[in-house]
């Protein structure tokens, strides 16, 4: 596959760190968006800052997001607001922002990480999992869009969950297969126009 224009947002560390240095390994350029610059270059100085020429944004992975913790009653109608801006309202600003692009090059792949929140709520997570069923609703409503519907739209799970850093499995090998899936390579040979990509312990 040719190099591409990777964009990923939520970029500081964690999944948005980890994909966007596989994709760099894998010979991509990359467009990463960090709430916290000066922290990511230092946590990852393998991921560079520079110019290069006008952006043909391939791929997109809407990855920025926070949990809430709190139940429904504890929450706040603007701590509720905040939540919603960054988890929803961003990304669907990010998927408007790159249609009209993605449409005129005729070919585009937008990733919209979810959560299993956004399956099975818990009352200590009442704003996040909102904001993820959200989310799940909102990547096939993109999807059917008659003006881009032969777009692959890809939802993939792997939002981390309030204990981040304590789960089973290499994150490094799921950012991997969503690499393969996006690419059609290895593992992800023969899975085009996937609506989610679930991914478990191994």
Do not use: C
Not at 69 to 78: K, L, T
Not at 136 to 152: C, I, S
Request: proline residues 5%; neutral net charge.
């Amino acid at each position: 596959m040719a190099p591409q224009l990777w964009l990923i947002t939520g970029a500081s560390s964690g999944f948005g760190a980890l994909l966007a240095e596989a994709a760099l390994k894998a010979g991509h350029r990359v467009i990463a968006t960090a709430r916290n610059p000066t922290k990511a270059a230092k946590d990852y100085p393998q991921i560079a800052s520079s110019h290069g020429s006008p952006w043909t944004i391939d791929v997109v992975i809407n990855n920025a997001g926070y949990g809430l913790v709190g139940s429904i009653e504890d929450i706040s109608e603007d701590e509720l607001d905040v939540q919603f801006q960054t988890n929803v309202y961003g990304v669907v600003r990010v998927i408007k922002a790159v249609l009209p692009l993605m449409r005129a090059q005729r070919q585009g792949t937008i990733v919209n990480m979810s959560s299993i929140a956004g399956f099975a709520a818990g009352p200590s997570s009442a704003a996040y999992a909102m904001t993820k069923f959200a989310v799940e609703g909102t990547t096939p409503a993109a999807g059917l869009n008659e003006g881009y519907k032969d777009t692959p739209l890809v939802a993939a799970m792997g939002r981390w969950e309030t204990f981040a850093g304590k789960q089973s499995g290499d994150p490094s090998k799921a950012m991997q297969r969503i690499l393969d899936v996006i690419q059609l390579q290895g593992q992800g040979q023969g899975k085009e126009h996937l609506l989610r990509l679930p991914l478990w312990t191994d």
